[in-house]
């Protein structure tokens, strides 16, 4: 059984930046796709930023310029780097990973409040 454990949320003022760690277990060259979701209060879980087994990255309009997703292969570790934070971006974020022919796989979610 996969398991992916995040860490880095927490509170931050308007403007602030933060971090958010992602490590499964098993080796991270295995999943064909790592993603960061998210999902305010009394909205729908919606897809932040995605990287790609061959490196390419995607990301929501809303963030494109100041979220930025990575993979460390040799920490085994996918990061999403927070930058200028905005109240609006306040919610849980979960990370996926999908292996291929077998599915995806959740994080128990991290809290990110950001403050105005």
């Known amino acids: 059984q996969v398991q992916l454990v995040e860490s880095g949320g927490g509170l931050v003022q308007a403007g602030g930046s933060l971090r958010l760690s992602c490590a499964p277990s098993?080796?991270?060259?295995?999943?064909?796709?790592m993603d960061w979701y998210r999902q305010a209060p009394g909205k729908q879980r919606e897809l932040v930023a995605q990287i790609l087994s061959g490196g390419s990255t995607n990301y929501a309009d809303s963030v494109k310029g100041r979220f930025t997703i990575s993979r460390d292969n040799a920490k085994n570790t996918v990061y999403l780097q927070m930058n200028s934070l905005k109240p609006e971006d306040t919610a849980v974020y979960y990370c996926?990973?999908?292996?291929?022919?077998?599915?995806?796989?959740w994080g128990q979610g991290t809290q990110v409040t950001v403050s105005s």
């Open positions: 996926a990973a999908e292996k291929e022919l077998a599915g995806w796989y």
């Open positions: 098993g080796s991270i060259l295995s999943f064909i796709a």
